[in-house]
Every structure is written in C-alpha cells, then in structure tokens.
C-alpha cells in the first residue's frame, strides 16, 4: 500500500534554533499534504494544509511566520518550526491522500520534537 | 471541530469481538466515514472506510446504520495489540478534504 514518510523520527534542538521535517510520499503523487500536531494525552490537531506549488493553508491560531511550510514537488512537503522554544515541543504528523474519490489517507511516522 | 462522538474509553477482553461506536449525526450525502487508530508515539493507522454500505477488511468491519447517523468498528477478534485510541472521522473523500480528529476511543484489551 501507500506509504507515507517523515524525517526525523525524533529530534532534540536549542531553543531560538529552527527544526525542519520532512514529509514524503513514497509511491504516490500527493498536490495536497496535511500537518498535524499533538501533545501529549490529546487528539491530532490540524495545523495547516500543504499545496504543491501554491502557499499552504494554515487553521485559525497557527503562526504562518513561526511554522513555515514549503511543498516544493509532488512528493515532499517540509514544515520548518523557526525559531523554536519549549512549548513547541510536540509529536508533528503529516499526511497524504491520493488522488481521487472514496480514497483513505496515509500517515507518517511522526517527528517527535524537544526543544530544550 | 469533529463531526463525531465517541465514547472515551472500552475494555475488552482478548480474543472477544471490540464493538466500537460513532455517532455522526450530522454528516452529509458526500461524506464517507473512516477510521483509524493510533498506538502510542505513531502516527495514526487506517484501518477502513465506508460510504453507506457495510464494508469487510483483514482488519474489522465497519457497519453503518441505513440513516448513517452512526456506525460501529468491530474487531472480531481482539488481541493486546489492538490497544489503541480509535478514531472515528467523517470526511468527504478527495485528496484536497482534511480529516478533523475528535477525542477518539482509547481501547484496552485485557489478558
């Protein structure tokens, strides 16, 4: 089946630094990725959707500046936490549905963020 | 917000049938019903999706009452390994439609 990819599984950065992950799809062509974030004991929340070629979609009260998201091909998407601190320490998840109708969607992995 | 409820939490014991509810009373004609379910730091795991009929995988069944304002998983067979959180989500189906998590299910099964 599908499979989609993250990169890195867990990460610790300083604060202030900024922290990249990538997303892939591994064998399939995704023009739309989503971005999920989770803290511990809560549900998945929707952070942004990311278009291929075109500016992502942020939900209300996600930084556009502080999260930046570049979806550069139709198989990668990268979310970039600039400028990091402690509360942004989370699980991020993203995820890829192929194209058409009646179709599931894939996760990754997760990247497990520390900002310390 | 989610367009589901589901109870927050079941047990079940091992080798026994999971029924698992959603109630989704407000979703529309284009809207299909999934389901995943995420074991602890992973990322969520498809498990199936239906549309109005009653569907079959490897994994459980999905059935979906005739009005589709709810619809239940069952695992036939649980194992320890099927506990997870289970989520219920209904969304219409094309790439570009996001999926909005609720709080989910967190089911544990019991030696």
């Known amino acids: ?116 | 917000d989610a367009k589901t409820t589901q109870p927050p939490s079941m047990d079940c014991a091992e080798g026994r049938a999971a029924n698992l509810p959603c109630n989704h009373s407000t979703i529309s004609g284009n809207e299909y019903v999934y389901w995943y379910r995420q074991i602890h730091s992973q990322g969520p795991q498809y498990i199936i999706h239906g549309l109005k009929n009653n569907e079959t995988n490897e994994m459980a069944s999905l059935i979906i009452t005739e009005d589709r304002k709810s619809s239940t998983l069952i695992l036939p067979h649980a194992t320890l390994r099927d506990t997870a959180v289970y989520y219920c989500i209904v969304s219409e189906s094309y790439n570009t439609d996001k999926l909005i998590f609720g709080t989910g299910t967190r089911l544990q099964v019991f030696p």
Not at chain 1, 67 to 87: G, R, Y
């Open chain 1, 1 to 116: 089946g599908a499979v989609v990819s993250q990169h890195p599984s867990r990460v610790i950065c300083k604060s202030g630094t900024s922290v990249k992950i990538e997303c892939r799809s591994l064998d399939f062509q995704a023009t739309t990725m989503f971005w999920y974030r989770q803290f511990p004991k809560q549900s998945l929340m929707l952070m942004a959707t990311s278009n291929e070629g075109s500016k992502a979609t942020y939900e209300q009260g996600v930084e556009k500046d502080k999260f930046l998201i570049n979806h550069a091909s139709l198989t990668l998407s990268t979310l970039t936490v600039t400028s990091a601190h402690p509360e942004d320490s989370s699980f991020y998840i993203c995820s890829a549905r192929r194209t058409g109708t009646g179709t599931e969607a894939f996760f990754g992995q997760g990247t497990r963020l520390t900002v310390v």
